[in-house]
């Protein structure tokens, strides 16, 4: 019988796993607590944004390895630096989700869960 070999943790995947679950539950609730419609659209707005922090950190992370897929950034951020497009990016996307309204407010929060899980388990 062979020893059974643990699998190194991936720390990265762990820790976006927690935030995942912090913006779903934000998620979960801005859709289906009886609020207004405002309270819906502040909780779609804080799980988009937490979202967007923690892509934002990976992104730093990627860059500085040369492994970034976001082609706006760049592999090595060369074309536009981290900390210019995130900023921007979340303005841009708490701006659309006020004019806009909650539905696309929380197909943005979803394609960024989306994202952010992507980059997880990818290495």
Known sequence: MQPEVSRPRNRRFEIVAVWLGWAALMFWLGATCGCTPRQRKATLAASSTTLLAVDWKM??????????????????????????????????????GYFLGEAPLGVMTGLEGHVVLRNATTD
Do not use: H, K
Not at 62 to 77: K, L, S, V
Not at 80 to 95: D, E, G, Q, T
């Open 59 to 96: 992104s730093s992370d990627y860059t500085g390895e040369c492994r970034e897929m976001n082609p706006m950034i760049g592999e090595c951020g060369q074309r536009v630096p981290v900390n210019l497009y995130f900023p921007v990016v979340i303005a841009a996307n708490l701006a659309l």
